[in-house]
């Protein structure tokens, strides 16, 4: 009986280990990426350039996701203006450890469109979430809110979009 | 070897080598479930002083933040400081910070530490190890599946999948369709 037991258990074992062959191709190919460093000031000044582009960032982390650890923010030298980083790479979370200290990224530029469209869409999803949790207010009126916010914000600056950049992160690097 | 002594030795040694997975992952699963009241991955403390130090942005430097910290009686060792605004300086300390309103000369300390034992399973759960543990756990939730199917046929008669167990299944598979269906 325990041979039995043990050759189903090691059988039925290599069997859901098999067919998960191929894990490190991308990490391979993000790897062989040249990652040129950048100020962050002249980043920001034209990050349209750097969309889509592997860059090397490095700042002062001036805040952590305290929750799950998936983004960070990083300030630039005169502490005028910061970037967003989110996780990827070697890193499925960031430590809220690193505040204070200065980090040097190596990641991809992304950037996010926000017009009419995008908004009208998350005003439905904040719609529909505040029917749902009606006994929630909290969480239903967080959503108006920002989603007014981003309203104002839109009509205040003018153009047809507004654009969040931020870097998602392959490589990172605690420097001090 | 018979299909029901089969399905019974899988289901039980299974069972047995997933117990502790199945544990972290449970405890886990409500401490996640749960973001929305408590903060499983740190215990955060915060208190608001008064300071009593005129300060200078275009003449700050690491000992005048030092000495902000001793007023503040925060003794952990000091990082760097910056100014978020006009208005506001931040100075970072080993778990944590200090935060003053330039205005009010008001100090908000925050102690951030993280929260053992929970922050670990979170770690887990979340799959933040990557590499072999995403085979481990991959494992894991097929093995779950196993559990659960070979569970099914424990039990012969009319307390088994072919009497009450077909209901209590049904019921169990019905309910989160309900749930589907109310909040989707």
Known sequence: MMKQSIFLFVAAFVFFSCGNNSTTAEQNTEAANEYSMVALDELLENPDAYVDKPVKISGLVTHVCRHGGEKLFITTADESNSLKVTTGGDASRFDVAYEGSTLEVEGVLKKLVIDDAYIAKMEDEACAEHEIVEGEEHESSASMEQVEALKAKLTECGQEYLAEYWVENVHHQVKN | ?184
Do not use: C
């Not at chain 2, 009686?73 to 006009?86: A, D, E, H, L, R």
């Open chain 2, 1 to 184: 070897m018979k299909w029901r002594k089969i399905n019974r030795v899988l289901h039980r040694d299974f069972g047995f080598f997933f117990f502790g997975m199945t544990i972290i992952y449970a405890i886990s699963g409500i401490a996640l479930n749960h973001l929305h009241h408590w903060n499983p991955n740190y215990v955060i403390d915060s208190r608001t002083e008064n300071i009593k130090i005129h300060i200078d942005r275009t003449d700050f430097s690491n000992d005048r933040a030092l000495k902000i910290l001793e007023q503040v009686n925060v003794k952990s060792t000091y990082k760097q400081y910056y100014f978020p605004s006009q208005d506001e300086l931040k100075i970072f300390v080993n778990g944590g910070s200090v935060a003053i309103d330039l205005n009010t000369g008001e100090a908000y300390v925050e102690t951030i530490r993280r929260r053992p034992f929970f922050r670990e399973l979170n770690f887990l759960h979340y799959n933040n190890p990557r590499k072999l543990y995403t085979w481990f756990s991959d494992i894991f939730a097929s093995s779950l599946m196993l559990i659960a199917i070979t569970g099914l046929f424990i039990i012969k008669g009319k307390k088994g999948i072919t009497g009450r167990g077909a209901w209590l299944t049904i019921v169990g598979i019905l309910l989160p369709i309900v749930f589907l269906i109310g909040y989707l």
